[in-house]
C-alpha cells in the first residue's frame, strides 16, 4: 500500500490490520479463542511482537516518504524562486522597453527602460492608456492607438519618433504579440527598443554616400573641363603670340592698335579663366610667390565694380600698409572674385560689399603657424544663403 498507493493509503490499511492482529492477539492470550496454531499464548506474544516489528517499518518508510516529498516540493519551490528573481532581473535589467497592456488597451506593467522611453515613472504609467504614455502621446496620440491597433492585428513592427520638450528626437521601434497571462488573461506585450543611434548612423552613412557621388560627379567634370582648357589653352597661346608679334608692327595706325589692344586684353583674360579651369581640374601647378595683397585688391577694384553693377557700392577698407603674403595670385583673385560675385546674386535689389584687410597674430592654432597673418574680410549686405545654397557653398563656379 505504501509503494502503490501513498502514505495515507498504508496508514488506513495497518491501522485495520493493528486492530485485528491485536483483537485475535488478545483473544488467544486471554484463552477465548483456542490458538489456531497449535502453539499457545506464546504464538500471541510472537504476533504481537511481530506486528510492533512490521509497523515500526511501515511508520518509518512512511515517514521517509513523507520527508522525501517535502524536501522535493522544497527543491521545487526553492528553483521556482531562482528561476523567477532571474526573470525580474532580465525584465529589469532588459535594454529594450518591456509592456503589458489589456484589452483596453491600459498599461498593466512595465519595465524600467520602458518608462525612460516615455520619460515617467512606472507609477505615473500603470494604468494610462496608449495615447497617454508620456512621450508615445506627444508623438501622437491618433498615430499611437493606429499603431496599437496595427500591432495587435499582427503587422509586425511600428516606428514612433518620440518628441519632448528639452529632450532630443528618440526613434523607437516597437514590436507586439498577443499573450496569455496568468488567469487565462489575455494582453498585448510590447518590446520596445531605441533605434536612434542606429537611424543616426545610416543617415550619416547615407549622407556620405550622396557626398562620395557629388565627389565622383565634380572629379568627371573637372577630368572633362581640365581637358577642354587644355586643349583651349593651345589655340589661346598661338592666338595671344600673333596678337604680341602685331603690336610690334609699327606701321598700325592709332585705330588698328587700340583694336589689336582690345583683343590682346580679351585673350590675356581668356588665358587667365583657362588657368582657373586647369587649377579646378588640378592640372595646374600652385606657384606660390610674394604677393602684395593691398595693391593686388586696388588693382582688381574697377574689375570687381563692374561684376557688381550701379546698383551695388564697393567700398575698400585696405588701410595704408604694403602686406606682403606668399600666395598663388591667380588663385588669390579667383577667390576673391567668385567672394565678389557670390555677394552680388544675394543683393537682386543693390547693396554694399565691403573688402577689407587686417593683419592678426595668430597662437596656437591647428592649421595655421604661429605669428602676423594677413586676413581678407568680404562682408555684404544681401540676403544670405538658404539651405540649399550652403550645401552646394565648396562647390566650384
Given at each position: 500500500?505504501?509503494?502503490?498507493?501513498?502514505?495515507?493509503?498504508?496508514?488506513?490499511?495497518?491501522?485495520?490490520?493493528?486492530?485485528?492482529?491485536?483483537?485475535?492477539?488478545?483473544?488467544?492470550?486471554?484463552?477465548?479463542?483456542?490458538?489456531?496454531?497449535?502453539?499457545?499464548?506464546?504464538?500471541?506474544?510472537?504476533?504481537?511482537?511481530?506486528?510492533?516489528?512490521?509497523?515500526?517499518?511501515?511508520?518509518?518508510?512512511?515517514?521517509?516518504?513523507?520527508?522525501?516529498?517535502?524536501?522535493?516540493?522544497?527543491?521545487?519551490?526553492?528553483?521556482?524562486?531562482?528561476?523567477?528573481?532571474?526573470?525580474?532581473?532580465?525584465?529589469?535589467?532588459?535594454?529594450?522597453?518591456?509592456?503589458?497592456?489589456?484589452?483596453?488597451?491600459?498599461?498593466?506593467e512595465c519595465n524600467p527602460e520602458f518608462s525612460r522611453l516615455c520619460n515617467s515613472s512606472p507609477a505615473r504609467l500603470i494604468g494610462k492608456p496608449i495615447g497617454q504614455l508620456g512621450r508615445f502621446a506627444a508623438a501622437s496620440r491618433m498615430e499611437a492607438v493606429r499603431a496599437m491597433e496595427l500591432l495587435g492585428a499582427g503587422a509586425g513592427e511600428q516606428r514612433f519618433t518620440l518628441r519632448s520638450e528639452g529632450l532630443p528626437a528618440c526613434i523607437v521601434e516597437v514590436r507586439a504579440k498577443r499573450v496569455v497571462l496568468a488567469g487565462g488573461q489575455e494582453a498585448f506585450q510590447w518590446i520596445a527598443r531605441d533605434v536612434t543611434e542606429r537611424e543616426m548612423a545610416r543617415e550619416a552613412r547615407e549622407r556620405l554616400e550622396l557626398e562620395l557621388q557629388a565627389a565622383?560627379?565634380?572629379?568627371?567634370?573637372?577630368?572633362?573641363?581640365?581637358?577642354?582648357a587644355h586643349d583651349f589653352n593651345n589655340l589661346l597661346t598661338a592666338v595671344n603670340a600673333n596678337v604680341h608679334l602685331l603690336v610690334r608692327d609699327s606701321s598700325l595706325s592709332p585705330i588698328a592698335r587700340r583694336q589689336i589692344d582690345i583683343v590682346r586684353q580679351a585673350g590675356e583674360r581668356a588665358a587667365a579663366l583657362t588657368q582657373q579651369l586647369l587649377a579646378f581640374a588640378r592640372r595646374q601647378v600652385l606657384e606660390p610667390r610674394p604677393v602684395e595683397l593691398r595693391g593686388t585688391v586696388e588693382g582688381m577694384a574697377p574689375l570687381l565694380q563692374q561684376l557688381l553693377g550701379t546698383a551695388i557700392v564697393l567700398e575698400l577698407q585696405l588701410g595704408a600698409q604694403d602686406l606682403w603674403v606668399e600666395a598663388d595670385r591667380t588663385r588669390f583673385e579667383q577667390v576673391l572674385t567668385n567672394l565678389v560675385v557670390n555677394a552680388r546674386d544675394a543683393m537682386p535689389l543693390g547693396g554694399r560689399v565691403v573688402i577689407g584687410l587686417d593683419v592678426e597674430t595668430v597662437g596656437q592654432h591647428p592649421v595655421l603657424g604661429p605669428g602676423p597673418h594677413v586676413v581678407l574680410r568680404v562682408e555684404d549686405?544681401?540676403?544670405?544663403?538658404?539651405?540649399?545654397?550652403?550645401?552646394?557653398?565648396?562647390?566650384?563656379?
Amino acid at each position: 500500500a505504501l509503494l502503490l498507493r501513498g502514505r495515507r493509503a498504508a496508514i488506513g490499511y495497518g491501522f485495520v490490520t493493528s486492530v485485528f492482529i491485536w483483537t485475535v492477539a488478545l483473544a488467544e492470550t486471554s484463552g477465548l479463542v483456542a490458538p489456531r496454531y497449535g502453539a499457545g499464548p506464546h504464538m500471541g506474544a510472537f504476533l504481537v511482537v511481530l506486528h510492533v516489528i512490521t509497523a515500526s517499518v511501515v511508520i518509518s518508510m512512511a515517514n521517509r516518504q513523507r520527508r522525501g516529498a517535502q524536501d522535493e516540493a522544497e527543491r521545487v519551490a526553492k528553483i521556482a524562486k531562482t528561476n523567477q528573481r532571474r526573470l525580474e532581473q532580465l525584465i529589469a535589467e532588459s535594454p529594450d522597453g518591456l509592456a503589458w497592456f489589456d484589452s483596453t488597451p491600459r498599461l498593466m506593467e512595465c519595465n524600467p527602460e520602458f518608462s525612460r522611453l516615455c520619460n515617467s515613472s512606472p507609477a505615473r504609467l500603470i494604468g494610462k492608456p496608449i495615447g497617454q504614455l508620456g512621450r508615445f502621446a506627444a508623438a501622437s496620440r491618433m498615430e499611437a492607438v493606429r499603431a496599437m491597433e496595427l500591432l495587435g492585428a499582427g503587422a509586425g513592427e511600428q516606428r514612433f519618433t518620440l518628441r519632448s520638450e528639452g529632450l532630443p528626437a528618440c526613434i523607437v521601434e516597437v514590436r507586439a504579440k498577443r499573450v496569455v497571462l496568468a488567469g487565462g488573461q489575455e494582453a498585448f506585450q510590447w518590446i520596445a527598443r531605441d533605434v536612434t543611434e542606429r537611424e543616426m548612423a545610416r543617415e550619416a552613412r547615407e549622407r556620405l554616400e550622396l557626398e562620395l557621388q557629388a565627389a565622383r560627379r565634380l572629379e568627371d567634370i573637372g577630368r572633362l573641363a581640365g581637358g577642354v582648357a587644355h586643349d583651349f589653352n593651345n589655340l589661346l597661346t598661338a592666338v595671344n603670340a600673333n596678337v604680341h608679334l602685331l603690336v610690334r608692327d609699327s606701321s598700325l595706325s592709332p585705330i588698328a592698335r587700340r583694336q589689336i589692344d582690345i583683343v590682346r586684353q580679351a585673350g590675356e583674360r581668356a588665358a587667365a579663366l583657362t588657368q582657373q579651369l586647369l587649377a579646378f581640374a588640378r592640372r595646374q601647378v600652385l606657384e606660390p610667390r610674394p604677393v602684395e595683397l593691398r595693391g593686388t585688391v586696388e588693382g582688381m577694384a574697377p574689375l570687381l565694380q563692374q561684376l557688381l553693377g550701379t546698383a551695388i557700392v564697393l567700398e575698400l577698407q585696405l588701410g595704408a600698409q604694403d602686406l606682403w603674403v606668399e600666395a598663388d595670385r591667380t588663385r588669390f583673385e579667383q577667390v576673391l572674385t567668385n567672394l565678389v560675385v557670390n555677394a552680388r546674386d544675394a543683393m537682386p535689389l543693390g547693396g554694399r560689399v565691403v573688402i577689407g584687410l587686417d593683419v592678426e597674430t595668430v597662437g596656437q592654432h591647428p592649421v595655421l603657424g604661429p605669428g602676423p597673418h594677413v586676413v581678407l574680410r568680404v562682408e555684404d549686405t544681401g540676403e544670405g544663403m538658404d539651405a540649399a545654397t550652403v550645401e552646394r557653398i565648396f562647390e566650384p563656379f
